[in-house]
């Protein structure tokens, strides 16, 4: 049923389309219809009274058209961002997620890349204003904490399908969700507490507190480094030289040498080859910079050697170390870990005075009260019958959060699921060698995940390969491709199988032809992935 505030700019827009001969006209509709949502009443809106802010018409630009941008919030404190194409709308809602503890619009660019597709797409601070890494907001805030938790992405979302029936006078047919990292547990959390949210979900990186896992990989790999006055004990300026030494080493283990460690798990890389001698210098490891390589590999332990993760860093990830290394305690991931336990990881907050150094290895990772953040339920029933696909992806040289997490998830929630053939059925994992955290990275660093999932949803194809491409001259882009990507461009490109196969070269032809590739395994079940 059409709203009468927004049926005559819905009109003016369609002729528009029609002749283009309404320019002037149709724009200032345009515009009306976009302003016009501020008038609504969406306070009503079941479980997500909201209330809308600021609209602007965003003109044409970089690929993207133009649309109407919306800023708002759900009650009490969920900021929205919303982007609504202007013409040419698929019919389909995105749901876009964000990074760290969020606090910001961070999916607000790729939203963009969204509406070039024609989505409608709506992204959240989580329920809070703060800098991407600040954890102060959580201090003694169990409110704002169930926002970050599950809370915000889906009255995040349920605000904006009534925002977007008001504009478009029609309810979206699809609604997608895709993010990477907290967007990853954003994904998962949506499947797991809201199965009929989404038609379909990509989630890559994923934290899976429930795991254990990202929180004190964090920490660990933040403080291993220092020494008892704090400074660093091995010089990021030794990075690539420790790089270089690991692909000598296992870089043509899969048959090409491609600057890329394809499975890093089969790598027997020894850190004990690089021990200085009689010489010392940057072509070496001291014994106490070799202390810290093993302890990076090693992952975090307890005093008595006890593993508290499935792994450590995997061989190829050296290159993106230096977040955890440059500048000692003033490093980004120090300071990230601090304000995680200050403020979140501990039933009650210990507060600013508390420092990443006071964590006990023996006694805290038991007490960390991280249930509003988990991601690790590996019973995806009620997802699975409400027809939902579920698709995600991981890094194999992430240095922030181990691909080893999310193959542990994965077999898990399999068994659980009733084995392979039931889980593929509407959830797969592709692992992308060479791919940094989230994106970047020597391999594989776009991948069309978006488009896959649609054919998934919308047609039934389901994705028994996504084509990788690796592009140098914008390796900090997405893992979907930017605005206006041309494969051709791409230095090269490989298949992408889902776990636990992988791509294997044929041994023979261009190692960039996809061609040269057949589907091969990673030895799941021997010391490969756990």
């Known amino acids: 049923m059409r709203h009468p505030d927004i049926a005559p700019a819905t009109r003016a827009v369609s002729l528009l389309l029609l002749g283009g001969l309404l320019g002037n006209v149709s724009q200032a509709a345009g515009e009306s219809s976009c302003k016009a949502l501020l008038q609504r009443d969406f306070g009503q809106t079941l479980d997500a009274p909201t209330r809308l802010t600021a609209a602007t018409v965003v003109e044409p630009g970089g690929g993207v058209p133009a649309h109407c941008k919306l800023e708002g919030y759900v009650a009490p404190q969920v900021g929205l961002e919303l982007r609504l194409p202007a013409s040419n709308w698929n019919g389909k809602l995105l ?8 606090g910001m619009m961070l999916g607000s660019e790729a939203c963009a890349e969204a509406v070039s597709r024609g989505y409608a797409c709506v992204t959240t601070d989580m329920g809070h204003r703060s800098l991407p890494y600040d954890g102060k907001w959580a ?20 605000a904006a399908k009534a925002v977007v029936a008001a504009y478009y006078s029609t309810a979206p047919r699809r609604s997608y969700f895709r993010g990477c990292s907290t967007g ?37 790999g933040s403080t291993v480094n220092l020494d008892r006055d704090g400074k660093p004990i091995l010089d990021v300026a030794k990075l690539p030289f420790l790089a270089t030494a690991v692909l000598t ?12 460690i394809d499975n890093p798990l089969q790598c027997q890389f020894k850190p004990e080859s690089l021990r200085c001698g009689a010489q010392r210098g940057a072509a070496c490891l001291t014994d106490a910079e070799l202390a810290v390589v093993q302890r990076m590999y090693a992952g975090p332990m307890t005093s008595q050697g006890m593993k508290i993760m499935p792994s450590g860093q995997l061989p190829g990830s050296e290159l993106a170390w230096d977040s955890y290394f440059r500048g000692g305690k003033a490093s980004p991931n120090y ?21 990443l150094t006071d964590f006990n290895w023996d006694r805290d ?55 392979r053939k039931d889980m593929e059925a509407f959830a797969r994992l592709f692992l992308l060698p060479g791919l940094y955290h989230c994106r970047g990275g020597p391999g594989t660093n776009y991948a069309d995940m978006l488009g896959a999932l649609e054919q998934w949803v919308e047609q039934g194809v389901s994705p028994d390969m996504i084509m990788g491409y690796h592009q140098t001259n914008d390796a900090r882009g997405p893992v979907d491709p930017p605005v206006g990507f041309d ?41 490969h992935f756990p």
């Not at 994923?206 to 929180?215: A, C, D, E, K, N």
């Not at 027809?387 to 991981?394: N, S």
């Not at 898990?412 to 699921?417: C, D, E, K, Y």
Request: aromatic share 12%.
């Open 249 to 260: 080493a296992c870089d043509a283990n899969d048959g090409v040498k491609d600057g890329v």
């Open 95 to 102: 749901t876009q997620g964000c990074g760290a503890m969020c």
């Open 365 to 419: 990772p038991q007490r960390m009260s991280l249930s509003l953040f988990s991601a690790g339920n590996p019973d995806l029933t009620l997802f699975r019958n409400a027809g939902g696909k579920l698709l995600m992806f991981h890094g194999l040289a992430d240095p922030a959060i181990f691909a080893t997490s999310t193959t542990a998830y994965y077999n898990l929630a399999t068994r659980t699921m009733g084995g």
């Open 335 to 355: 300071g990230f870990g601090v304000e995680i336990l200050r403020y979140l990881a501990f039933p009650t907050d210990p507060g600013p005075a508390y420092d």
């Open 487 to 527: 494969p051709k461009t791409a230095e090269f490109s490989r298949p992408i199988f889902p776990y636990p196969d992988r791509a294997v070269y044929q041994g023979a032809g261009d190692w960039k032809d996809p061609g040269n590739y057949r589907r091969g395994h990673y030895g799941v079940g021997s010391s």
């Open 184 to 220: 990853g547990r954003q994904a998962l959390v949506a499947a797991q507490r809201y199965p009929y949210d989404y038609d379909g979900i990509i989630g890559g990186a994923i934290v899976f507190y429930q795991l254990m896992g990202p929180p004190l990989q964090l920490f660990w």
């Open 139 to 158: 201090y003694n805030n169990p409110v704002a904490e169930i926002d970050l938790g599950h809370r915000a992405t889906h009255v995040a979302t349920l």
